[in-house]
C-alpha cells in the first residue's frame, strides 16, 4: 500500500485565488511527521511546513497552512493568495517514528499551474 | 547561511563509466542523506548518514553504489558501470541532530544523471 498518497495529478489556480492540494497518508506508528515540498522547473526541493502527529494545532507559515486531520489521515496543503511564483510540483512527505532517524517517504506530486 | 550544495549539477555519460557526485551539507547539520528521483516520481530514500556513519542503504542502492562520508562533512556517492536505468536526478539533504522542527532535511538543487 502506498504510505503517501497524492490523487491529484494537476491543478490550476488563478492568481490570488486560494488552492488546496490533497495528501493521505497511511502509518501504524504514532509518532510521525509530514511535510510539504515545493520543486519547482529548476529541480531543488525547497520546504515549506511541517506538522508533527503530536501537534494539536495546524501548522502555518506565511501564505502556506497544513489542514491536518488525523482521524483522517489526510493533510492537505492548503495555499493563500496564490502568486505566479507558485506554479511547481508540490510533494508531501512522511517521516515515521521520532525524527532521531526521519528518513522520508514521499508522493508522487501534484502539479499547480498559476495563471495570471 | 549557505544551503545544501551539489557538483556538479548536470552529468552525462556513457553506459559502463563511473560517476561520483560530491554533497556539502549545511555546515551544522551532523545528518546527511542521498535520494533519487526518476520523472513522474517523488524522491526515493537511498542511504543516510549520521556524521561518517553511514546508518542505513535502501535495497535500491545495488552494489554498483557505494556511499561515503569521510570525516562527518562532505559525502559522495559513487555509481559503478552505469545503466541507462540509472538516469535520474540524485538529491543531498542535510538535517540537524537535534528533534526540533521534526528533523526537517534541507535539500540541495541535485545532480542530474543522464547514462546514453
Known amino acids: 500500500a502506498q504510505k503517501i498518497t497524492q490523487t491529484q495529478p494537476g491543478m490550476f489556480v488563478q492568481e490570488k485565488e486560494a488552492v488546496t492540494l490533497d495528501c493521505t497518508y497511511d502509518?501504524?506508528?504514532?509518532?510521525?511527521?509530514l511535510f510539504w515540498y515545493k520543486q519547482p522547473s529548476s529541480g531543488e526541493m525547497i520546504f515549506l511546513i511541517y506538522q508533527g502527529s503530536y501537534d494539536q494545532q495546524n501548522a502555518t507559515e506565511g501564505r502556506y497552512s497544513l489542514n491536518f486531520q488525523k482521524a483522517r489521515k489526510s493533510a492537505n496543503l492548503v495555499i493563500s493568495a496564490s502568486q505566479l511564483g507558485d506554479s511547481a510540483m508540490y510533494f508531501c512527505?512522511?517521516?515515521?517514528?521520532?525524527?532521531?532517524?526521519?528518513?522520508?517517504?514521499f508522493g508522487k506530486g501534484t502539479m499547480l499551474l498559476v495563471s495570471p | 547561511d549557505t544551503g545544501v550544495s551539489q557538483d556538479p549539477r548536470h552529468k552525462i555519460t556513457k553506459r559502463g563509466q563511473n560517476v561520483t557526485f560530491r554533497c556539502d551539507p549545511i555546515s551544522e547539520h551532523n545528518r546527511l542523506y542521498w535520494y533519487r528521483q526518476t520523472l513522474g516520481q517523488g524522491p526515493e530514500f537511498l542511504t543516510y548518514?549520521?556524521?561518517?556513519?553511514?546508518?542505513?542503504k535502501s535495497r535500491l542502492l545495488s552494489d554498483r553504489f557505494s556511499a561515503e562520508r569521510p570525516k562527518g562533512s562532505f559525502s559522495t556517492l559513487e555509481i559503478q558501470r552505469t545503466e541507462q536505468g540509472d538516469s535520474a536526478m540524485y538529491l543531498c539533504?542535510?538535517?540537524?541532530?537535534?528533534?526540533?522542527?521534526?528533523?526537517?532535511?534541507?535539500f540541495g538543487p541535485g545532480t542530474r544523471l543522464t547514462v546514453l
Open positions: 539533504a542535510s538535517s540537524p541532530g537535534t528533534s526540533g522542527g521534526g528533523g526537517t532535511q534541507y
Open positions: 502509518t501504524s506508528d504514532p509518532s510521525y511527521g
Open positions: 512527505a512522511m517521516r515515521e517514528g521520532f525524527s532521531g532517524y526521519s528518513t522520508l517517504t
Open positions: 548518514f549520521q556524521n561518517e556513519a553511514q546508518l542505513e
